[in-house]
């Protein structure tokens, strides 16, 4: 536990949140929408700080998914309980939904925080200084703010991505588009890359099946490609819910609108947490997303979740030369030279070394 800096005195004891678009107004005792920031006598503290959930894992950077960052690299990744949105389908909702999980086992706001405190305490502590050390030592190019939000947890990444800068380490958030200006303001000197999830074109969608809302999203999308964050953004294609082609036409011509070089991954759903009625994505479904995605005028459109190897290919935008090909995280070709097609020597952005 640690004393938050993204947050302000309302009142003798009352505070506001600032780390994330929620800007929750907290009252001593009580926790924001996440669960994991409490108020405590007027102060605020993130609750997991130097606890990740289960430790940390080494993926492929594929995996987060990023395909114009390092490709074939390893990447080191971690993220704590809790999570500001409250997505239905969330594939990660043993952590990211974990306090609101305890809510069902008590009313009672302080014995849930209690409960909170002592299932965060199991697990290992990992300093920023240890993380870096960790990636270091094991030669690990970059770190990986991952599995649930990690606006939420804005301290412990900050102090960890200034750390790993400072060591030649490059730094990666994987997150739901939620942080505050201010926090994004904060770390975009220390952040190198950054997937954003843009669930949905539809506010409808993020309030009902997100408890969330999707202006403040598409406005922090625009704001890393403002900021020079190399960007890349994941939908993940849900049977009957996100999946009209009206819907992904948006998703496509706002991401146009901003660059055509923004990598678009059009993700596979499966059943998972409270949406187990609906059928897995089609692979007919994603190729219709794909070829939206394309047309829309798109350079770089990606499948995930399958086995895909074709629509999981980099091509040059211009000869449409193949230029990585991947294999569920391995690369089984390279043909990208400083940053240009090896064939025509077209430019193609990302950032390969």
Not at 146 to 153: H, K, L, Q, V
Not at 176 to 183: L, P, Q, T, V
Not at 186 to 205: G, Q, R, V
Not at 333 to 340: R, S, Y
Request: glycine letters at 6%.
């Amino acid at each position: 536990m640690k004393q938050a800096i993204l947050y302000k005195k309302i009142g003798n004891s009352n505070v506001q949140c600032l780390a994330c678009n929620w800007y929750c107004k907290i009252k001593d005792g009580n926790t924001g929408v996440c669960g994991i920031r409490e108020n405590i006598k007027g102060k605020l503290f993130l609750l997991t700080y130097g606890k990740p959930f289960n430790g940390l894992a080494i993926d492929p950077i594929e995996k987060k998914p990023l395909f114009h960052f390092l490709p074939g690299s390893k990447i080191l990744s971690f993220g704590t309980v809790g999570c500001n949105f409250a997505c239905k389908f969330c594939q990660n909702w043993e952590m990211s939904q974990y306090p609101r999980l305890l809510r069902a086992e008590t009313n009672n706001k302080k014995q849930l925080t209690n409960l909170l405190k002592i299932e965060i305490n199991r697990e290992e502590t990992w300093s920023p200084e240890k993380i870096v050390e960790y990636a270091v030592l094991n030669k690990i190019p970059s770190i990986a703010y991952t599995y649930n939000e990690p606006a939420i947890y804005f301290e412990y990444a900050y102090d960890t991505a200034k750390l790993a800068y400072q060591n030649g380490i490059k730094n990666v958030f994987v997150s739901n588009g939620y942080e505050s200006k201010k926090a994004l303001e904060m770390i975009h000197s220390y952040l190198d890359a950054i997937n954003i999830d843009l669930k949905s074109f539809s506010e409808e969608f993020y309030m009902k099946t997100c408890k969330a809302k999707l202006k403040p999203v598409l406005d922090n999308i625009r704001r890393c490609y403002e900021l020079g964050i190399w960007m890349e953004v994941t939908t993940l294609v849900i049977p009957t819910l996100n999946d009209s082609a009206e819907e992904l036409r948006k998703c496509a011509d706002f991401l146009v609108s901003l660059s055509p070089s923004i990598p678009w991954h059009l993700s596979a759903f499966h059943p998972d947490y409270k949406v187990n009625n609906l059928p897995q994505t089609s692979i007919a479904a994603l190729e219709e997303a794909y070829k939206i995605g394309i047309s829309s005028g798109l350079k770089y459109v990606y499948i995930g979740n399958i086995v895909d190897n074709k629509r999981d290919t980099t091509y040059c935008s211009k000869c449409m030369e193949p230029l990585l090909i991947r294999e569920w995280g391995k690369i089984d070709l390279f043909n990208i030279q400083d940053g240009n097609c090896s064939k025509c020597k077209t430019k193609i952005e990302g950032v390969w070394q």
